[in-house]
Structure formats: structure tokens, C-alpha cells
């Protein structure tokens, strides 16, 4: 019996069935939570309907954790700073800088993750908002 090379062989077993995938959550509110406060309200909006996610109410505590820890830090930070004299206020002015470039980029960790559909924690605080905030957005 010989075999023609340009006849592909045939397969009898049968077609695999297909994979179930898991659906794909909705990224929007996810991805707008951290586009500003403006950002963070139309995201409560968006969450508010039909639509409501885990993914989104994940980024939004994520984002309010985010907002209040910023907006605390910043206001300790500068009444602090007009309190104490001299070069000690000049530091803790600098020091609100650090900070909100630290908080910058926590946002931005945040906000790559929502855009990759990952629920994963930012660095040092995401954990603590979590258990903080468990109630808030929930279904």
C-alpha cells in the first residue's frame, strides 16, 4: 500500500469539543474609576445599572482607597507644613511632593491593572482597602 504525501491523513477521532470560555467581565468601569473624581462618579454611574461587575467594584474601592488616603495625606502634609517653621516646613513641602508622586504611581498601577482585567491589589495599601471598603459597591 503506498501512501500519497500531497493526501493529508485522515483523523478519526472526534473534533474536540470547544472550549468553554469564561466571559469576559466588562473593563469600562473598571478603567474609569481611576480617570479622575469626574472619572470616579461616572464610574459609580456606570456600576449603578444592569452592568454591575466584580471587577468594577473592585477598582472602585480600589480608586476611593486611593482618593482618601491622597486627599488625608495631602492635607496632614500641608498643615503640617505651614505649622512648623522654617526649614522643617520646606521639607515637609517636599515631602507632600514625594508622596503624591508615590500616590501617582500607585494610580497608575492601579489603572494598568484595570485595563488588564486583573483584580490584583496596588502595592502597600491595595490589601488594606480591600478589607476596609469590603461593603462598599457590593452587589
Not at 504525501?5 to 478519526?12: A, D, K, L
Not at 474609569?32 to 477598582?59: C, E, R
Not at 488625608?72 to 508622586?101: D, E, K, Q, T, Y
Amino acid at each position: 500500500m503506498s501512501t500519497d504525501p500531497s493526501t493529508p491523513p485522515v483523523s478519526t477521532a472526534s473534533p474536540a469539543s470547544p472550549a468553554v470560555v469564561p466571559p469576559v467581565e466588562d473593563k469600562t468601569v473598571a478603567v474609569v474609576a481611576y480617570l479622575t473624581f469626574v472619572g470616579f462618579i461616572v464610574a459609580l454611574i456606570l456600576n449603578n445599572g444592569p452592568k454591575k461587575n466584580a471587577l468594577g467594584q473592585f477598582h472602585l474601592r480600589q480608586a476611593l482607597g486611593l482618593l482618601i488616603i491622597h486627599l488625608v495625606g495631602m492635607i496632614l502634609f500641608v498643615m503640617l507644613a505651614f505649622m512648623l517653621p522654617g526649614i522643617l516646613g520646606r521639607v515637609l513641602a517636599l515631602g507632600s511632593n514625594v508622596f503624591s508622586l508615590g500616590m501617582l504611581v500607585l494610580f497608575i498601577l492601579a489603572l494598568v491593572d484595570a485595563i488588564n482585567g486583573r483584580r490584583k491589589p496596588v502595592p502597600v495599601v491595595g490589601e488594606l482597602i480591600q478589607q476596609k471598603l469590603a461593603g462598599a459597591f457590593a452587589a
